[in-house]
């Protein structure tokens, strides 16, 4: 069975929050030719085995490439994933049993995120296929039958819109007695510059996310006196 560590390695602080395959119905081809080249020599066995040792070696022909069908199948589906972490997205292309390609992109680099469903049978089982548009020299990453494609698109947008927020909490200095420092300033001109490249709806989701983490901030700085003075009360 495929093993995420086989293909990644997480870095300091990644964590991996989605890992999606092809839709189980995409196993339907593969899967029902092995079943007929299993099944149908057992009707034909009295008529291959008159034949003789060519009917027998037939027999056992067919039998092994319904096996070797079914297997193959089930291999490549549980391979060929698309793994989302907090820093990046991997797409694992298993294009045969010993043929595999591997495209990484971080999230910082993706540009535009897309899902389209197609026909009766993606609209009934809610499969679809997800475009990934990078920039630069980083290959674009695109899923194919996978269900439920618009979490996936959303799950990749709000985790781009939190990597501006860490990256502004990361370049936030620690308070110090000079607050006017020229560190400071520069730092906030380089928070700035990162939070220019956002649109109005993304800034707005960003803000949103650092008011919650205040009010968590101020909540908990009220809730911890009132914890030691229970604790003093009872030492008392």
Known sequence: ???????????????????TRRHILTMFPGLFLGLVLIVLPFFLIFPLFSWGVLGVALFFIAVLLGISS???????WDADILIVTTLRLVDVDQRGLFSRIVSEAPLDAVQDVSWSRRGVIQTIFRIGNLKVQTAGATANIEAHNIPHPEQVHELINDLRHVLPVKAAMSATPTPTANNDSPDKDSRLKRIESILDKYSPEELARIESILKERERAAVT???????????????AV
């Open 1 to 19: 069975m495929f093993r995420v560590e086989d293909v990644l390695q997480l870095k300091d602080r990644e964590e991996v929050r989605h890992v």
């Open 220 to 234: 908990e700085a009220f809730l911890k006196p009132e914890g030691r003075g229970e604790e003093k009360d009872k």
């Open 70 to 76: 079914a297997v193959r199948t089930l291999l490549l």
